[in-house]
């Protein structure tokens, strides 16, 4: 077990709609990173925060979007949900902001419909 | 562009033969490197990593792996495989520039190893 928890666990959302997932990070971890992993392919890099900003970013258009908050905890937020947008969401802690060592959470699987 | 090329897709091997993965990457500036490691039905979890210093490097469960920047690999290695070593492995790559951060994994080699 890592100590980061994502919720829900699975989820099946309709195409356009919006979903908001979440994800705990380890305690002492002050940096989380957000991944997309389809089926079959390797995860790919959404977002990373560091004490509450965004500090990276990969190739996601920006209706996918985040929050880290003071606890550390963390949103992903997809807006105009896609039928492509089906995968695997995993988040990440780290304590530090290059990220020498990330904790990865068991994943919330997102349906779109 | 920042990629991760890991050539093998799936490997198949008997318990006690020797493994390398292979996994190359993209990048003109520093980079980190890692590998992870998911074993079936559990979370990704870090097999070792590579910041600076000996390129060789040592991870748990008896795994090591050579960054040879000159040919921008990164090759996982382990001398004898159990069967407990099946799992998924992914190599990725973190870039960071200005203190901003970019991760790019490989798309995973799955290693059947068997009794």
């Known amino acids: 077990e890592t100590g980061v928890t994502q919720s829900p666990t699975h989820l099946i959302k309709t195409r356009g709609q919006q979903v908001t997932l979440r994800c705990s990070s380890q305690?002492?971890?002050?940096?989380v990173s957000w991944y997309q992993q389809a089926l079959g392919q390797g995860p790919q890099f959404i977002f990373q925060?560091?004490?509450?900003?965004?500090?990276g970013r990969g190739n996601f258009p920006p209706r996918f979007s985040g929050l880290q908050f003071p606890n550390y905890s963390s949103e992903l937020n997809v807006n105009a949900l896609e039928l492509d947008d089906s995968a695997l969401y995993l988040c990440?802690?780290?304590?530090?902001?290059?990220?020498?060592?990330?904790?990865f959470g068991q994943g919330t699987r997102l349906t779109v419909v | 562009a920042q990629s991760v090329s890991q050539h093998n897709h799936h490997v198949i091997l008997s318990e006690a033969a020797s493994l390398e993965l292979g996994c190359n990457y993209s990048y003109g500036g520093t980079v980190n490197l890692f590998w992870y490691v998911q074993y079936p039905g559990q979370h990704l979890q870090l097999l070792l990593k590579?910041?600076?210093?000996?390129?060789l490097v040592k991870g748990i469960k008896g795994f090591e792996a050579e960054f040879i920047k000159s040919k921008f690999s990164f090759n996982l290695r382990k001398p004898s495989v159990q069967w407990s070593d099946t799992a998924e492995y992914f190599c990725?790559?973190?870039?960071?520039?200005?203190?901003?951060?970019?991760?790019?994994f490989g798309t995973g080699t799955k290693l059947q190893v068997i009794p």
């Open positions: 305690s002492g971890h002050n940096t």
């Open positions: 925060y560091y004490r509450e900003e965004e500090n």
């Open positions: 990725a790559v973190n870039s960071h520039s200005g203190g901003y951060q970019k991760v790019t």
């Open positions: 590579y910041f600076s210093g000996d390129p």
């Open positions: 990440a802690s780290g304590w530090d902001r290059e990220n020498t060592e990330a904790f």
